[in-house]
């Protein structure tokens, strides 16, 4: 288990963690999420003694700095191309197999878990952001570790990698480890993660599960198929309901639940077809929580800001008249 306790970090006078407290439960995955600039690196650098703040994180109740092997213990990747510039990659995991006091075979054991076998003699430095996070992988699960901690280990991965590290960290979860991992994939977080720890400009947003995280932070829908819509949605209306009608002549329900629906339209004789409740995705509960401490906002979407890309500007114009 991680238990971080209190965490914080300046730069200047920016406040990049503030005051972070949470604990991370074995068997689990927990997935690590804040918008750009939310200071996930920061709090993992931090966790693992790798910057200086304040506070303390606690692995199984040690301190990382009282741990004789750490690579035996916790698996870290929080930068996916941070290997050694001119040693192959066998020979990069060899060299920290040999300084964990671990068998040299335990490099190529690791090469092979992720798919790395076929390019072990040629320099990482070459490989591609999906290879170099699979190294990263390799690296971290050198020592066995029973925790791991990844920054963004899908970033650079195709859609089969993908699929393959939810497996991988699902089953790593399953046999007793604790596995905290931050991403921006939220779809891909929703499948993998069992717990969340969201954060916006360093503080706590919120921790626990994640079906906990989507219905605190949307409002789930219900999906109402009657012919006898005109007639319902007054009554629907009645009860405090929000009542949208979609193009197929269902009903969209909002502030009252399906067993309140159904139970009201038995009462009333109304002729029910479909009754679903339509739970919002991660992302739409994401960009709920997140959106007032987002650091980096972009303009909205639409004509005029697109035409910004595009039109040119009276004074581009006159540098080109200027010009020609
Ligand atoms: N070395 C540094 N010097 C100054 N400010 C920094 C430094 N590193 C990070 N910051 C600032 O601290 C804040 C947190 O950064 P951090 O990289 O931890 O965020 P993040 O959540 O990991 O972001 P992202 O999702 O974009 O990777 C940001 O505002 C960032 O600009």
Same mark, same amino acid.
């Given at each position: 288990?991680?238990?971080?306790?209190?965490?914080?970090?300046?730069?200047?006078?920016?406040?990049?963690?503030?005051?972070?407290?949470?604990?991370?439960?074995?068997?689990?995955?927990?997935?690590?999420?804040?918008?750009?600039?939310?200071?996930?690196?920061?709090?993992?650098?931090?966790?693992?003694?790798?910057?200086?703040?304040?506070?303390?994180?606690?692995?199984?109740?040690?301190?990382?700095?009282?741990?004789?092997?750490?690579?035996?213990?916790?698996?870290?990747?929080?930068?996916?191309?941070?290997?050694?510039?001119?040693?192959?990659?066998?020979?990069?995991?060899?060299?920290?197999?040999?300084?964990?006091?671990?068998? #040299? %075979?335990?490099?190529? &054991?690791? @090469?092979?878990?992720? *798919?790395? =076998?076929?390019?072990?003699?040629?320099?990482?430095?070459?490989?591609?952001?999906?290879?170099?996070?699979?190294?990263?992988?390799?690296?971290?699960?050198?020592?066995?570790?029973?925790?791991?901690?990844?920054?963004?280990?899908?970033?650079?991965?195709?859609?089969?990698?993908?699929?393959?590290?939810?497996?991988?960290?699902?089953?790593?979860?399953?046999?007793?480890?604790?596995?905290?991992?931050?991403?921006?994939?939220?779809?891909?977080?929703?499948?993998?993660?069992?717990?969340?720890?969201?954060?916006?400009?360093?503080?706590?947003?919120?921790?626990?599960?994640?079906?906990?995280?989507?219905?605190?932070?949307?409002?789930?829908?219900?999906?109402?198929?009657?012919?006898? #819509? %005109?007639?319902?949605? &007054?009554? @629907?209306?009645?009860? *405090?309901? =929000?009542?949208?009608?979609?193009?197929?002549?269902?009903?969209?329900?909002?502030?009252?639940?399906?067993?309140?629906?159904?139970?009201?339209?038995?009462?009333?004789?109304?002729?029910?077809?479909?009754?679903?409740?339509?739970?919002?995705?991660?992302?739409?509960?994401?960009?709920?929580?997140?959106?007032?401490?987002?650091?980096?906002?972009?303009?909205?979407?639409?004509?005029?800001?697109?035409?910004?890309?595009?039109?040119?500007?009276?004074?581009?114009?006159?540098?080109?008249?200027?010009?020609?």
């Amino acid at each position: 288990m991680i238990t971080a306790q209190s965490l914080r970090k300046r730069y200047g006078d920016k406040v990049a963690v503030d005051d972070l407290s949470f604990e991370v439960q074995p068997g689990l995955v927990t997935g690590f999420l804040g918008p750009n600039g939310a200071g996930k690196s920061t709090t993992m650098r931090l966790m693992l003694d790798l910057d200086h703040g304040s506070g303390e994180t606690l692995f199984d109740g040690r301190r990382f700095d009282t741990i004789r092997h750490p690579m035996r213990e916790i698996g870290a990747v929080l930068e996916a191309k941070s290997f050694h510039p001119t040693r192959t990659a066998r020979n990069h995991l060899r060299m920290l197999a040999a300084g964990s006091a671990l068998p #040299a %075979s335990r490099a190529d &054991e690791v @090469l092979e878990f992720v *798919g790395l =076998t076929e390019v072990r003699n040629k320099k990482p430095s070459g490989f591609s952001l999906g290879m170099a996070q699979r190294l990263g992988l390799a690296q971290a699960l050198l020592g066995d570790p029973s925790t791991l901690i990844l920054d963004e280990p899908a970033n650079g991965l195709d859609p089969h990698g993908i699929h393959w590290l939810r497996d991988v960290l699902k089953s790593l979860a399953a046999q007793g480890r604790t596995i905290f991992v931050s991403s921006h994939l939220l779809s891909e977080m929703s499948l993998m993660a069992d717990e969340l720890v969201v954060i916006g400009r360093g503080s706590m947003i919120y921790n626990g599960d994640v079906d906990g995280f989507v219905k605190r932070f949307t409002q789930s829908t219900v999906r109402v198929k009657t012919p006898d #819509a %005109s007639e319902f949605v &007054e009554t @629907l209306r009645g009860m *405090g309901a =929000t009542v949208d009608t979609v193009p197929d002549g269902d009903l969209m329900v909002s502030g009252v639940d399906a067993p309140t629906i159904g139970d009201r339209a038995h009462d009333d004789g109304i002729r029910l077809h479909e009754l679903a409740t339509q739970t919002a995705s991660l992302e739409t509960a994401f960009i709920s929580a997140t959106g007032a401490s987002e650091e980096y906002v972009a303009h909205e979407v639409n004509e005029e800001t697109t035409n910004m890309l595009t039109e040119p500007s009276a004074a581009d114009d006159t540098n080109r008249g200027g010009a020609a």
